[in-house]
């Protein structure tokens, strides 16, 4: 029983291991299609012609295993990979084949087209899916400026792979072998034409032959490189017989019996490190480069192998010497009796790109007067515009820190709740205002409010303040505690400049609740207007819009209305802030009626003959007629005491 139990599990070990292995193996595979299944160049059938007439076809692709890189997606269009960037081409691509070696191409660096870069993952005219033909596809990414010079290497007519990897290798530069191997790969170094160049000596060691010539193509003959030291092709300057450096290789020494006139200099003030210890070869060439000065590398990557924390980023913005590379625009790059080895101090060394003439005509910023630039810009990099030392309005408030306190306030102008200062203010100089204003207050503010520029040429009424430009009249430039940034609260702004309606203010009787209220420019514009008094709209539109029955009586059809009424004169018999007579009369009832009812002989006569022969003076007219709309014709009230409605006046009034 023991047995058979250890064999029936041993069977099922098996089998499960058995399963689980055809799995792994099966899910490299292609899923079978069902007959009822769709193939892919069922509806892809042009690209399947396409790509088969190439050249060179990706496997899957020539058969027809399209599920083996994409997922089916239905009637919802898309590649949908199985998986991302160059990940996919591992499944098939051993990673290690492709990466292995220590120096990766930086195509392959990337996440998305690391392969698709080079390779088309279908089909392509080229050897290997290559997009392009060798050579013309590496000139694509690599400047080909540096391939087309004069005098040409051969190798580079024939294609790159002669010398470079095109994916990974354990030698810098993707080369094929260690550069001096590689070299003599086709040059026998012991050749008397090798020997005879090099002063008799056989060339194996030290930097190899990119030392000194050039791998790609040169502008001099035997591809030497651009910039070639004085004493190349005499040797023995430097060299003893046998190659060895002279001096038992005391480099500064060495250097220093030519370039004499620089010891002195590179012994005083500010000396650059590399300088002081005599390391003139962590920088230059002992023999030639492609560099000016026969650096070892363009001048701002020699600088940036040391000074790394200066390399220039994205999202950052860079002085223009350290964005090209250009450092000893500014500095000395041995020695400087100035402090940093730069070429001269404080605003003198900007003056020689940026002439301070220039920048500080007219009113001066202080700092930029007295050439303290760097109070506000870093000489190298920042992530604010400008190369400034911090974001704009945090470094404004720095020295300007009495305003700091007020820039709490609730209400704050667009350009400094975003810091932008310089909205408004020159940073350096301003020729219009000591404020360092950019123009003059008025046309500064139309710059961003332009549509109140054209109020200002077409409206006819305007206010004072604003037909003068003197916005700050008005409106704090920074920061308030009251809305719209105005100086004051609305109404006492407003009656500073208004004394007359503050002495209304004061005044007994009946009072327009927006005039008690301060709520002045719900009817008068503060800029302008078309209409007088700088109203915000036609008296009457402005009227009705707070008296909405008036507005329906004046839109019905029916009935008689008062010629003022009709025609929008409101103000003819209102005033629009307080009256000492009740609903705002100008004049008291009946003073105001009989300047037009009664304004003359005739006219007083005819209303004595139909007011009881009564001087007008002793009539009341609203206690009975209506003053804006009536059903009657002679805008009786609605409603009429019997006998007055008969126009039987003598029955109560006999006299």
């Known amino acids: 029983m023991r047995s058979q139990k250890g064999w029936s599990c041993g069977v099922l070990f098996f089998l499960v291991a058995g399963l689980l292995l055809w799995g792994s193996i099966a899910s490299c595979l292609t899923p079978k299609r069902t007959k009822a299944s769709r193939r892919c160049v069922d509806c892809h059938a042009d690209k399947q012609q396409s790509f088969l007439a190439r050249k060179t076809i990706h496997a899957p692709v020539r058969e027809g295993q399209c599920e083996g890189c994409h997922y089916p997606?239905?009637?919802?269009?898309?590649?949908?990979?199985?998986?991302?960037?160059?990940?996919?081409?591992?499944?098939?691509h051993p990673k290690e084949a492709i990466e292995g070696g220590g120096h990766l191409h930086s195509a392959l660096k990337a996440e998305e087209k690391a392969c698709t870069a080079c390779h088309d993952p279908h089909a392509s005219q080229e050897k290997g899916l290559l997009v392009k033909a060798g050579k013309e596809l590496c000139l694509s990414c690599h400047e080909g400026a540096r391939f087309s010079r004069p005098y040409g290497h051969r190798p580079v007519q024939e294609g790159c792979a002669a010398c470079h990897r095109p994916h990974a290798s354990p030698q810098e530069d993707l080369l094929t072998a260690a550069s001096t191997p590689l070299c003599q790969g086709c040059h026998d170094p012991k050749a008397p034409r090798?020997?005879?160049?090099?002063?008799?000596?056989?060339?194996?060691?030290?930097?190899?032959?990119?030392?000194?010539?050039?791998?790609?193509?040169?502008?001099?003959?035997?591809?030497?490189?651009?910039?070639?030291?004085?004493?190349?092709?005499?040797?023995?300057?430097?060299?003893?017989?046998?190659?060895?450096?002279?001096?038992?290789?005391?480099?500064?020494?060495?250097c220093y019996s030519c370039h004499n006139q620089e010891k002195t200099k590179f012994s005083q003030g500010a000396l650059h490190p590399v300088s002081a210890e005599g390391k003139c070869l962590s920088c230059h060439s002992p023999h030639a480069s492609d560099f000016p000065g026969v650096l070892v590398k363009a001048q701002g990557e020699v600088c940036l192998s040391c000074h790394e924390k200066l390399q220039v980023k994205e999202k950052l913005f860079a002085h223009t010497p350290a964005r090209e590379g250009n450092c000893t625009g500014c500095h000395d790059p041995h020695a400087s009796p100035n402090p940093r080895e730069l070429k001269a101090v404080g605003g003198a060394l900007c003056d020689r790109c940026h002439p301070r003439e220039k920048l500080v005509a007219g009113q001066p910023h202080v700092p930029?007067?007295?050439?303290?630039?760097?109070?506000?810009?870093?000489?190298?990099?920042?992530?604010?515009?400008?190369?400034?030392?911090?974001?704009?309005?945090?470094?404004?408030?720095?020295?300007?820190?009495?305003?700091?306190?007020?820039?709490?306030?609730?209400?704050?102008?667009?350009?400094?709740?975003?810091?932008?200062?310089?909205?408004?203010h020159y940073p350096h100089a301003s020729t219009v205002s000591a404020k360092l204003l950019r123009e003059a207050p008025g046309e500064l503010c139309f710059s961003c409010h332009g549509g109140l520029r054209a109020k200002l040429t077409g409206d006819k009424y305007r206010h004072d303040p604003f037909a003068k430009k003197d916005c700050q009249a008005c409106h704090d430039p920074h920061v308030g505690e009251v809305e719209k940034l105005l100086t004051r609260g609305l109404v006492e702004l407003c009656l500073s400049c208004h004394p007359a309606l503050a002495t209304q203010a004061r005044q007994n009787g009946e009072a327009h609740r927006p005039f008690m209220e301060g709520r002045c420019t719900e009817c008068h514009s503060p800029h302008s207007s078309a209409v007088a008094y700088q109203l915000q709209r036609p008296p009457d539109k402005l009227c009705l819009s707070c008296h909405p029955a008036l507005?329906?009586?004046?839109?019905?059809?029916?009935?008689?209305?008062?010629?003022?009424?009709?025609?929008g004169e409101c103000l003819g018999c209102h005033t629009g802030h307080r009256s000492s007579s009740s609903s705002l009369l100008v004049k008291g009832d009946p003073d105001l009626c009989l300047t037009c009812h009664a304004n003359g002989p005739e006219k007083r006569e005819a209303f004595a003959k139909t007011h009881l022969g009564r001087e007008p003076q002793k009539v009341r007219c609203l206690g009975c007629h209506e003053p804006h709309r009536a059903a009657d014709g002679k805008l009786l009230h609605a409603i009429a005491h019997q006998p007055f409605a008969k126009e039987e006046c003598r029955a109560c009034h006999p006299e």
């Open 73 to 92: 997606h239905g009637l919802i269009g898309g590649s949908l990979l199985k998986e991302r960037g160059k990940e996919l081409c591992y499944q098939c």
């Open 194 to 254: 090798l020997t005879q160049a090099h002063g008799g000596l056989e060339v194996t060691g030290g930097k190899g032959c990119t030392g000194c010539h050039g791998p790609h193509s040169s502008s001099q003959k035997a591809l030497l490189r651009e910039v070639v030291h004085r004493p190349l092709g005499g040797c023995a300057a430097c060299h003893q017989a046998g190659g060895q450096v002279k001096g038992g290789g005391d480099v500064p020494g060495l």
């Open 368 to 424: 930029a007067a007295r050439g303290e630039c760097l109070a506000c810009h870093d000489p190298h990099l920042s992530p604010s515009q400008g190369i400034l030392k911090e974001a704009e309005g945090k470094l404004c408030l720095e020295c300007h820190s009495r305003q700091a306190k007020f820039f709490s306030l609730p209400e704050a102008h667009t350009p400094v709740r975003e810091g932008r200062c310089t909205a408004c």
């Open 551 to 567: 507005e329906r009586g004046l839109e019905e059809k029916t009935g008689a209305l008062h010629p003022p009424f009709r025609e």
